[in-house]
């Protein structure tokens, strides 16, 4: 069966910083990655997918199948970062996502 | 995304009652989903649907009901079954095999 491991619940990194979120997956099959993002009082929205290869708010992520880990990460970290971050992955014929239990993370000022 | 629609926005039962979550949306997707969210569990799906008139049962299905009579609606009933149901529950949809799911702002159970 497949799984998401985040092993950070919780994160503080100061304005500026680089920060770095860790995901690590088990699945048998060609993965497929997301990183969604919760912020205060806002629904949960897709920050990124692994197949568009894309920066997203100066976020990016990189597959490595060799270390099953899809890690989240920004250069320079903003207060407006602070939000929980969930990894997930995608299998099935549905396409039904499995997550992570989260990270929160905090940028202090 | 302003096209899926969940309410109530909160919702009490007392026990021993069933009561029923909406899940709306206009954004002609195939595909919905439930997904139940506890602190320090992330999400995990209820149920999900690929088409009209068809559901599946997810890693949790025990205790909840589904129907998908009609393609921008999909129902959730937390029946009496389900022992522990205080949570926040969030609908999502999508449209193709290679869309990404969308999700909508969640409804809050608490038991009474």
């Known amino acids: 069966a497949q799984r998401v491991t985040q092993p950070e619940k919780l994160l503080s990194v100061f304005k500026g910083a680089p920060v770095e979120l860790k995901c690590n997956y088990s699945?048998?099959?060609?993965?497929?990655l997301f990183w969604y993002v919760q912020y205060s009082r806002q629904r949960l929205q897709l920050l990124l997918r692994?197949?568009s290869r894309e920066s997203i708010k100066g976020f990016t992520a990189d597959l490595n199948k060799g270390e099953t880990s899809f890690h989240l990460k920004k250069p320079f970290a903003q207060e407006e970062d602070s939000a929980m971050y969930y990894c997930?992955?995608?299998?099935?014929?549905?396409?039904?996502?499995?997550f992570g239990s989260g990270t929160q993370l905090t940028v202090l000022p | 995304d302003g096209g899926i629609t969940q309410s109530p926005k909160y919702l009490f039962r007392k026990e021993g009652q069933n009561v029923t979550l909406s899940c709306e949306q206009n954004?002609?997707?195939?595909?919905m989903y439930w997904y139940r969210q506890d602190p320090g569990q992330g999400l995990r799906l209820i149920y999900y649907?690929?088409?009209?008139?068809?559901?599946q049962k997810g890693d949790i299905a025990e205790g909840y009901s589904v129907s998908r009579e009609k393609k921008e609606s999909f129902p959730l009933t937390v029946t009496s079954a389900q022992k522990n149901p205080t949570a926040f529950y969030l609908c999502?949809?999508?449209?193709?095999?290679?869309?990404?799911?969308?999700f909508g702002d969640g409804t809050r159970l608490s038991i009474l």
């Open positions: 999502a949809s999508r449209q193709g095999s290679n869309q990404p799911q969308h």
């Open positions: 699945y048998s099959g060609s993965p497929e």
């Open positions: 692994h197949i």
């Open positions: 997930a992955l995608s299998s099935g014929s549905a396409r039904q996502l499995t």
């Open positions: 954004l002609n997707h195939d595909a």
């Open positions: 649907s690929q088409i009209v008139n068809d559901f």
